[in-house]
């Protein structure tokens, strides 16, 4: 050891260096520092204390499951559950609450379906959040679970549906938890997706429509209604594929007046709206806002005759891509004078102006090939060929087959008085309102904000990943679209308290991020000594802010208590 003296702005310190030889060749080391010269003696530095036990057990996933069982357990999810599914008895233990809420948040973090459930659950602190061994956790106990939300009652030999019940339970829960504003009421969307299918033995399962034009798979349509202000689910339901949506608005209504709902503004889509149901919805005290479809003849003389100019006090909204602008009229629609809303979309009018010449043109080259390869075809081969090559754009055209003479057998021209109608509804629509009290304004941008539902739908197809089902018995397949549904209840809470918490950025955005940042999170359990100690790994001081910020300041608490204790 050698002792070495650095001088330092006119003062000395003392260092203490240990030498050794590398190859021949003598090395230092610095040991640690002594002090000042002349200066009071430094205390030693105490040597690393070795303890007498560290001990550890394996990690668990931990933070996202907490966050999600906590706001379970706020919104009431597993004991109304409970409350619905076990009506003669409610105990602690193995219930269906616990199961269906542990199968929920595992859609929302890391869908897995029934069969591997069973090994996921022991990797996550769900069994200790819900009290339950994981060994218990297996796929026949979820499948059981499920049958107590619906099944097959041997009595009647009817299905007993307890979802509907559920549902309105949830959200009144909700309700009580997120009052809305003072004097205001629900503001509600409604609309249906298809759902992708594997097996054909459910009676529900059938061919229709679906977005992704899939023609081969078979089908069932998932109805969603969700409030505007927290995009939360009211209540859903599950039809038939080949179900279309104005077929399915009495039910709605059915729904709607068993509910205790603050009564508000319903807003559905063109393709659901009938006389019927118009005069149904206001005769409940409700107020309607929905599309008009383009073929209803009073919507093709408003379109005709009313202009809407590009002018600020028409300007509804825009962004870097187009503006919309609006103006309000008053028709007769459905039996009554209406409050209508014409708006024009300008970069849509610009595509469809292209997109129907473009198509035109392809036409009128398709007849000039047809008129020399069908020179000698029968007339009625020629006719259907002809509609073959038009198809949707038919109407466009003034098409005549000559019976007799030499030449082309063809003649056509482009029907001016239809091009000119065209162009004067290209991107253009009418809105309805029944509430009389709406500007134009108003109207559209109540009605374009709809589209927050497709957000919904596409949130449980793709993070949740609802489809394709896998199961083939319809009380099955029925509450496991519950399952899914109280999946994106959980996301939609979490989105809500990121709004409340007002932490900055999109809040869908904010709380996906949330979410992933919490997923690495893990709980481990270490004896120090004399001491066990909670230990939560990963959990970073911006993700400990955000918890704080958005209410959950006690989760994911670190504690100590003698070793041996439970």
């Known amino acids: ?3 070495r003296r650095r001088e330092t702005d006119g003062r000395v310190y003392l260092e203490e260096y240990r030498s050794f030889r590398v190859d021949g060749e003598v090395k230092t080391k610095f ?4 002090g000042r010269e002349g200066g009071p003696p430094s205390k030693k530095a105490a040597p690393n204390r070795v303890l007498d036990r560290i001990e550890h057990g394996s990690s668990v996933r931990a933070g996202d499951v907490s966050l999600l069982w906590e706001l379970a357990q ?6 109304t559950i409970d409350r619905y599914c076990l009506p003669e008895c409610h105990f602690p233990g193995p219930t269906p609450g616990k199961f269906l809420t542990v199968w929920a948040i595992n859609r929302v973090i890391d869908p897995e379906s029934a069969t591997k459930l069973e090994r996921w659950v022991p990797t996550t602190d769900l069994p200790r959040l819900t009290g339950l061994p994981a060994k218990i956790y297996t796929k026949d106990n979820f499948l059981e679970a499920l049958d107590t939300v619906c099944f097959n009652d041997r009595t009647t030999g009817r299905l007993v549906d307890r979802t509907a019940s559920v549902d309105e339970a949830l959200f009144e829960n909700w309700r009580t938890l997120h009052p809305l504003p003072a004097n205001s009421g629900e503001t509600l969307a409604y609309d249906l997706t298809s759902v992708l299918f594997f097996g054909v033995t459910c009676p529900l399962a059938e061919f229709g429509y679906n977005p992704q034009d899939v023609p081969d798979r078979m089908q069932v349509n998932l109805a969603l209604l969700v409030t505007k202000h927290e995009m939360h689910p009211l209540c859903h339901a599950v039809y038939e594929g080949s179900r279309h949506g104005v077929t399915t608005i009495r039910n709605l209504l059915a729904r709607l007046s068993r509910t205790q709902v603050k009564r508000g503004t319903m807003i559905w889509d063109r393709g659901v709206i009938s006389k019927k149901h118009v ?4 005769d409940m005290g409700w107020h309607l806002v929905s599309g008009l479809p383009k073929t209803l003849a009073p919507v093709q003389e408003v379109l005709d005759d009313t202009d809407v100019p590009a002018r600020p006090e028409t300007l509804v909204r825009s962004n870097k891509d187009t503006a919309i602008y609006a103006v309000l009229t008053h028709r007769d629609v459905y039996g009554d004078k209406r409050n209508l809303a014409v708006y024009s979309n300008h970069s849509r009018a610009t595509h469809d102006v292209d997109q129907r010449n473009d198509a035109l043109v392809k036409i ?3 007849f000039s090939e047809l008129a020399v390869e069908g020179s000698g075809w029968p007339e009625a081969k020629l006719r259907k060929k002809i509609h073959e090559v038009a198809g949707r754009w038919f109407s ?5 087959i000559k019976r007799k003479g030499d030449g082309p057998r063809i003649a056509w021209s482009y029907k001016q008085h239809a091009l000119r109608a065209a162009e004067r509804h290209d991107g253009k629509w009418v809105i309805m309102a029944t509430d009389r009290r709406l ?3 108003e109207i559209v941008n109540t009605y374009l904000d709809k589209d927050f539902i497709e957000k919904v739908f596409r949130t449980m197809k793709t993070e949740d990943e609802l489809e394709p089902v896998r199961h083939r018995l319809e009380q099955r397949v ?3 679209m519950f399952v899914q549904v109280l999946a994106y209840r959980l996301v939609s809470a979490v989105r809500w308290a990121v709004v409340e918490g007002e932490l900055s950025g999109n809040s869908w955005q904010v709380s996906e991020d949330l979410l992933h940042a919490l997923g690495r999170v893990e709980r481990m359990d270490v004896a120090l000594g004399a001491d066990k100690r909670t230990w939560y790994l990963n959990l970073t001081p911006d993700t400990r802010k955000k918890l704080d910020k958005i209410g959950f300041e006690n989760l994911l608490k670190e504690d100590s208590k003698p070793a041996g204790s439970v």
């Open 1 to 3: 050891m050698a002792i």
């Open 396 to 400: 466009y055209f003034n098409i005549r």
């Open 279 to 282: 005069n149904e919805v206001t």
């Open 31 to 34: 040991v640690r520092y002594i």
């Open 364 to 366: 009128d080259k398709g």
């Open 478 to 480: 029925r509450a496991y």
């Open 74 to 79: 706020r919104l009431g999810i597993p004991r």
């Open 439 to 441: 500007s134009a304004n």
